[in-house]
């Protein structure tokens, strides 16, 4: 995986909860508490996985489909789907997401950067660890500001694009024995940041006491993850796929950190990606890090809505496949009245749902995408062309299904010349909304 002369911790392969699953296991246990898992949130069908973009010459070739749904946990309330893929076959080294293709995304990573540093002091002696670093689109923030920092990327394609911006980067999946090699061999981080890659470890306990290992005694660890709640209770469902094993309450990571000697003491509520929360994380025995009441009063509202108990989860089966049918029919009844349809956006959630309505290129020709990496190549399972955005003015589709809707905002903002052919927007999560 690394490059020579980046290899610099111990990079080889363990065994994760992925490679000790039984694949196809019916009774799969909670991997943080070991319960038995009986009661399914939402069940997507069979599915590739999502960010598995195939080659022209990959269209003739079988693909690999793993059943998609997601299991509740009535012991520690984890939602969690079965690990049928292992993490290195989901995160190769031509890994296509790359972080900078979102000038938003971006823009939240320099005014994250900007609060931490205010926050907790942080200077040119400080040290600032990025786990899942992806392209440095965090970490040219850190550096530019003068502040030693380090990117642990497992992904070749990312990892590279990160080293060209100057940072450097280890291509690693993090754990417990890397925290601990991290401390040992360079320095124990003031601060890590963990942005939306806690939903994606198969181990998650493992994962979480790297983190112990790893920091300072006072230093402070941020995760930012989409929160549960805004999954079931906005109809989500399209966030979910194999490359996303858990679905995280505050109560559930509150749980699993402190049985990995972590203490949450602060928690912010973000509108990324529909809706995340970011929690602040020490030692359980640091000092200098006071609980906001912030935590205790988010608790009491996820109580509140139910997140404890069973009934919560109950709907969004219905719910989902109410999407997916009034999807289906808007796209069927505009094709036989002649009208054409492209999409944009190849995000993984994208394929979640085009993959459970089973939307082929007959209903949608093309989607758009501005990522070079994804360009030329074809969504998984739809096997629908990805082309580069300006294929949109080249076509003048009537309608535009915007995939990411949580960008859809920003995506029509950078297309509004669709709206001078007599184009229109479309949305399908939560509901169906022409724009």
Known sequence: MAAAGHRHLDARPRPSAARRCVRGDRRMKCRHCGAPLD??????GHQPPSNAYLSRDQLGEPELYAPLKALVCDRCWLVQAPAYHRADELFTPDYAYFSSVSASWVEHARRYVAAMIERFGLNGDSFVVEIASNDGYLLQFVQAAGIPCL?????ASTAAAARARGIETLELFFGAETGRQLAGTRRSADLIAANNVLAHVPDINDFVAGFREALAPEGVATFEFPHLTRLVDGCQFDTIYHEHYSYLSLHAVTTIFASQGLRVFDVEELPTHGGSLRVFACRSEAQAHAASPRVEALLARERAAGVTGLAYYGDLQRRAERVKLDLLSFLVEQRRAGRTFAAY???AKGNTLLNFAGIRPDLLAFVCDAAPSKQGRFLPGSHIPILPPQALAEQRPDFVLILPWNLKDEIAAAHGDVAGWG??????VPELDVL
Do not use: N
């Open 39 to 44: 009661h399914v949130l939402v069940d997507l």
């Open 151 to 155: 990117g642990i990327e497992p992904t």
């Open 345 to 347: 956006g190849a995000a």
């Open 423 to 428: 184009g229109r927007f479309v949305t399908a």
